[in-house]
């Protein structure tokens, strides 16, 4: 059955660090897609960035780039040099091909939080 | 602009007080899928739709309804709301494929008391 585990609530770094969103997924099928949403204090959601599961090459978007290993069924978000801005809860989720890709399903979320 | 809109914002009921959110997209998807987000939950399907007259349960349906006799709008229908309904929903829409990222309305928070 598809699963997403989010396994960190929350987390605190420091502005200008690197930080690593953990994501780990569960899937039978072979062809797949994972994305990543922010969801600032504002609600809105707001899409990131998506790493399809042929792709060779890990997916990057300015500051964000995608750690995905296939094999261990990860797909960790990067998020280079923190802003403030950045202060979110953030989404991993995934859609399978099966089923005309039409169930997609959400981990728990992470809530980061940057210190100036 | 392309985007997902949903009415109402807000929305405070009393149980059983048939209720429904609408939400409407102007970018000709396909696709329609309602959420529900609950702290330490993350989001949860709800009902999802393929096209017009074409839809199907996601993983929480009870208490729920929805129609999709038009391709752009996807209400989302609680025909008796109760308590455990109180969540914040949302509304997306997309293209059909595993590829295609959701576009999100901005969410309606609703309360049932």
């Known amino acids: 059955a598809q699963k997403i585990t989010q396994t960190q609530p929350g987390m605190f770094v420091q502005e200008k660090e690197a930080v690593t969103l953990d994501c780990t997924y569960d899937?039978?099928?072979?062809?797949?897609?994972l994305f990543w949403y922010k969801q600032p204090s504002s609600g809105e959601m707001i899409f990131l960035i998506y790493q399809g599961s042929y792709d060779e090459q890990n997916a990057t978007e300015g500051r964000y780039s995608l750690n995905f290993q296939k094999a261990r069924k990860s797909a960790n978000l990067v998020i280079s040099a923190s802003q403030l801005g950045d202060s979110a809860m953030y989404f991993c989720?995934?859609?399978?091909?099966?089923?005309?890709?039409?169930?997609?399903?959400f981990g728990s979320g992470t809530r980061l939080s940057i210190r100036p | 602009e392309a985007q997902v809109t949903q009415n109402p914002r807000y929305l405070i009921t009393v149980t059983g007080k048939k209720l429904t959110v609408t939400c409407s997209q102007n970018m000709n998807h396909e696709y329609m899928s309602w959420y529900r987000q609950d702290p330490g939950l993350g989001l949860r399907q709800i009902y999802y739709s393929m096209n017009v007259e074409v839809t199907d349960k996601g993983d929480v349906p009870e208490g729920y309804k929805v129609s999709r006799k038009e391709k752009r709008n996807f209400p989302l229908i609680l025909e008796s709301p109760s308590p455990n309904q109180t969540s914040l929903y949302f509304c997306?829409?997309?293209?059909?494929?595993?590829?295609?990222?959701?576009?999100f309305g901005p969410g309606t928070r609703l309360t049932v008391t």
């Open positions: 899937t039978s099928d072979q062809s797949y897609g």
């Open positions: 989720a995934m859609r399978e091909r099966g089923s005309s890709a039409s169930k997609i399903i």
């Open positions: 997306a829409s997309s293209l059909l494929g595993e590829s295609y990222e959701q576009y």
